[in-house]
């Protein structure tokens, strides 16, 4: 087993995905070399990798081999990457800092990161389409990638993100509502339909399939309630971008809602609820187990 670092999870399948993702950026002479420079930049640049080993990590779960399923890690990695590098532009969160490096458009301009969201987006599902077989699997991983990423989920969650910015902040019941409501579309959905992905690519049963999906909502919001935490208790250096932005803002967060040690309460049950989800996995689910466990002690 091997065992998780604070930056990557499994050093292993972290090799197998940079691999595959540097060759899934091979652009033919009609992607202008601008382009090319910044979807490489924002795509390859130093981040943890975890969805795309959780894609790879459900599929050994369910029995499968992790390289069958990496068509669907590339993908899951391309969308998030896209989704911040928009995340980043200036009428968004209008960053300066990303993965320890300039972001996106503080390197290149705004346009071409714009653009840079734009390619991979589209790439994701070329990828999808055309790498996996037969084409019903490719067309039930276009749809459900799709759909995490669509108005409903990751685009829609952002939304209501963007516009809490401007309605007062609350606190109890119903302020812990709608910042989950936000997080399990805005953070969540790519988790989930990255372990669901994987079942799929390995022929989950039912079963393991919606046990694999509650692993995935749990771990969701366990991520985004440590990003959280991280935002007011972490250092900028390891966390590789700007913090204290959020509550500064006057954004709800969950610190904000909870209070700091109620954060770490609930962290704890989102990832003890995670390690639940995979109990009839056995021995099998060790790496979707630790990956849970390091969530909820990360310091990136
Ligand atoms: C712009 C369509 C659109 C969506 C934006 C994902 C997202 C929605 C915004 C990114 C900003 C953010 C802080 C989102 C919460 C999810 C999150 C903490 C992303 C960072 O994920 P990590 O820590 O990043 O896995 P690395 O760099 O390690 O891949």
């Known amino acids: ?3 998780i670092s604070q930056s990557n999870v499994c050093s292993e399948l972290r090799e197998l995905i940079d691999a595959a993702l540097r060759r899934s950026v ?25 969805r795309p080993q959780l894609v790879l990590m459900a599929a050994q779960a369910c029995g499968g081999e992790a390289g069958d399923a990496l068509p669907a890690a590339v993908a899951v990695e391309m969308i998030h990457a896209y989704s911040l590098v928009h995340d980043d532009l200036p009428a968004m969160d209008d960053d300066d800092l990303r993965r320890g490096r300039p972001t996106c458009h503080n390197q290149f301009d705004e ?71 936000i997080h399990r579309r805005k953070t969540g959905a790519l988790f989930r339909v990255a372990v669901r992905m994987g079942g799929l690519l390995a022929q989950a049963t039912d079963g393991q399939l919606q046990a694999l999906d509650t692993y995935g909502q749990h771990l969701g919001l366990a991520f985004q309630l440590g990003d959280d935490l991280l935002d007011v208790l972490g250092s900028e250096g390891e966390v590789g ?22 954060c770490q309460a609930r962290l704890e049950l989102l990832v003890a609820a995670a390690c639940q989800a995979l109990e009839s996995f056995g021995e099998a689910a060790g790496a979707l187990r630790e990956v849970a466990l390091f969530i909820g002690k990360r310091t990136n």
Do not use: H, W
């Not at 091979?26 to 943890?48: I, M, N, Q």
């Not at 276009?142 to 606190?171: I, R």
């Not at 913090?243 to 209070?259: E, M, N």
């Open 26 to 50: 091979e652009f033919d002479a009609g992607c202008p070399s601008r382009l090319r420079e910044a979807v490489e930049y924002s795509l390859l640049a130093p981040g943890k990798r975890l």
């Open 1 to 3: 087993m091997n065992v």
């Open 111 to 181: 346009a071409t990161a714009i653009l840079v969201g734009d390619a991979l987006l589209a790439r994701a599902f070329e990828v999808l389409a055309t790498e996996i077989k037969p084409a019903q699997r490719a067309a039930r991983c276009c749809a459900e990638l799709a759909n995490a990423a669509g108005a409903t989920a990751l685009v829609g969650g952002q939304a209501d993100d963007l516009a809490a910015q401007y309605v007062e902040n609350g606190s109890g019941g119903g302020a812990l509502d709608r910042l989950e409501s």
């Open 241 to 262: 971008k700007r913090l204290g932005k959020d509550s500064g803002r006057g954004k709800t967060t969950y610190p904000a809602v909870l209070g700091v040690a109620d």
